[in-house]
């Protein structure tokens, strides 16, 4: 059950943020969503014991993941396709962990990553021969490279060993609150900031609320907790519903269409990640009762 719900809270949350930007430009967005991780949480939670270079790495892959993310959602992707192309972030790490690790990949997870593969080059292909404002080349990059910045995370998560999960995050958003406030300056500009600021209606705060407590201090909190009590072949597979609510709240509250092609999309991308946790599943130790 707790499972389910921190992937509703995942899902959901692409249509929240499309919200948000009702009130906030994309960058000023997500820098006021780390400050929120951050302040007042950091007086009382303690620094983790991790090095220093690790939070830093952290909180600048964040900067790069939601940054990217918020841009592309902007007007270059609809919060549903959004949801699905994220979770490409798993054969992204993957792929770093065979180049920084020497891990291998299971004959399985090469005709998973064929699957995915297929579905986001059935997106790109709808990018450039439609123009109905579902997803543009443009946004596609953004969030293939948003789901790098994920995966490079997932590696400093994984250097860094066992952690205190909720002083990470807290502390790391320390470091994605700088960059993302520069590139909301040079980008956006001071009088937007201020005038969205001053303008902001509870919808746009409450967004950004909802996004540093429920969707990242309570979300990955409880999805820790999970990974602590129950092995991670048990509760990863919880993931895939991600793209499930998220699109569906996207057609719900945003009208969101489901042609065809997304459909095909969808299926492709999600069966090839359900193959991929298949071959992990099966790899897997034995956990012991």
């Not at 949480?41 to 600048?60: D, H, K, N, Q, Y």
């Not at 021969?129 to 997932?154: E, K, P, Q, V, Y």
């Not at 209606?201 to 540093?212: I, P």
Request: net charge positive.
């Amino acid at each position: 059950m707790w499972a389910v719900a921190v992937t509703a809270l995942w899902g959901v949350n692409f249509v929240v943020i499309k919200w948000s930007m009702v009130d906030f430009p994309p960058f000023l967005l997500a820098s006021g969503r780390f400050a929120m991780c951050v302040l007042p949480w950091i007086f009382f939670v303690r620094r983790p014991a991790v090095s220093w270079a690790s939070l830093v790495a952290f909180g600048a892959c964040g900067a790069g993941q939601f940054g990217l993310l918020f841009f592309a959602l902007r007007a270059d992707v609809s919060p549903g396709l959004a949801s699905l192309l994220m979770q490409s972030q798993a054969f992204f790490t993957i792929g770093l962990s065979m180049v920084l690790r020497g891990e291998r990949m299971k004959q399985l997870q090469y005709v998973a990553l064929g699957l995915v593969v297929a579905g986001i080059a059935l997106i790109g292909w709808h990018a450039v021969s439609s123009g109905d404002g579902s997803i543009t080349l443009i946004g596609l990059a953004m969030l293939l490279a948003g789901a790098m910045c994920w995966a490079l995370g997932n590696t400093v998560v994984r250097h860094a060993g066992r952690i205190d999960a909720l002083g990470f995050l807290v502390w790391s958003s320390l470091f994605a609150v700088p960059p993302l406030f520069l590139l909301s300056l040079g980008f956006e500009g001071w009088d937007l900031i201020t005038r969205s600021a001053r303008a902001a209606t509870w919808v746009g705060w409450g967004g950004m609320l909802w996004q540093a407590l429920a969707n990242t201090l309570l979300g990955f909190g409880v999805w820790n907790w999970l990974l602590a009590r129950y092995p991670a072949a048990t509760v990863a597979p919880f993931s895939l519903l991600v793209p499930v609510f998220g699109m569906s709240a996207s057609t719900l509250f945003l009208g969101e269409s489901l042609p065809l092609w997304k459909l095909a999309a969808a299926v492709l991308v999600m069966a090839g990640l359900a193959l991929n946790v298949r071959a992990s599943r099966a790899g897997a130790p034995p956990v012991a009762p």
